[in-house]
């Protein structure tokens, strides 16, 4: 787990964790702290004092304080860094089917924010940085409201939870950043360590005719697998949930790209509640 923020603006992106926004993953390092103001083209950003170091919470109140959807002023421009000592008592468990079934119709979760939508709309990549084209934000399944699906997509192969996208927009709108680790994870002292995006870091179990490989179970019992196969190629024939069927895996689920804040867009089969 970790590190999610930089100590300094000079720091390379082995001192940072990562930023999704509108689908590309971005390295927080130092040039990426230092150019918050460029990237979201807005003044306010400036999350380092004239020495270069950049404002990170120390202490479990701090991260108690920075992730509250109130957060003060004081915290304005701070990097928020909940660290595992902070997480002593919390115990999560799920119940999913060993033999999935599936259903006529899928149940779609609500749709969270999946990266961007600060203060202002980014510009474009931090000056200094490789340029990278942005893509717009893919859409989803038509939204979904009434049913009881819960809000966790999945649990990983390594027993961490597949997260509902990480709210971006309170994040951005009290000018802090809560980077995400290059695994895609981070903590709260409520939740504990859980992931917000499948980056491609971590334990899967790779499949012998080149498919992508399976990092997780959804709460249906159904796998998921990585976006893209040994090719770089996403399967074209994905449903709204991110699913489709093959001869040796059945029905199974693709995550979406990790710069999209979300794995999948719903359940197609039964689930507990």
Known sequence: MGPWCPDNISDDASAGGIWLENGKAYDVDGVFIKNLATFYDDDTWQMYDENGSVYVTKTEQDCINAANPNVGKEYENFCVECLPSYVTAVSQSWLIPITP????????????????????????????????????????????GGNNIPSTRGVALNGVQFSAPAPVNNILGAYTLAPFDDAGGHINVHQGYHYHAATGVGFSVPQDDGHAPLIGYALDGHGIYAQLDENGIQPGDLDDCRGHYDDSRGYHYHVDAAGNNNFINGLHGAYPN
């Open 101 to 144: 079934v599936k259903q006529d119709k899928p149940a779609f979760f609500s749709r969270g924010p999946r990266g961007g939508g600060g203060k202002g709309r980014p510009k474009g990549p931090p000056p200094g940085r490789p340029d990278g084209t942005r893509k717009e934000r893919p859409g989803g399944p038509p939204e979904r």
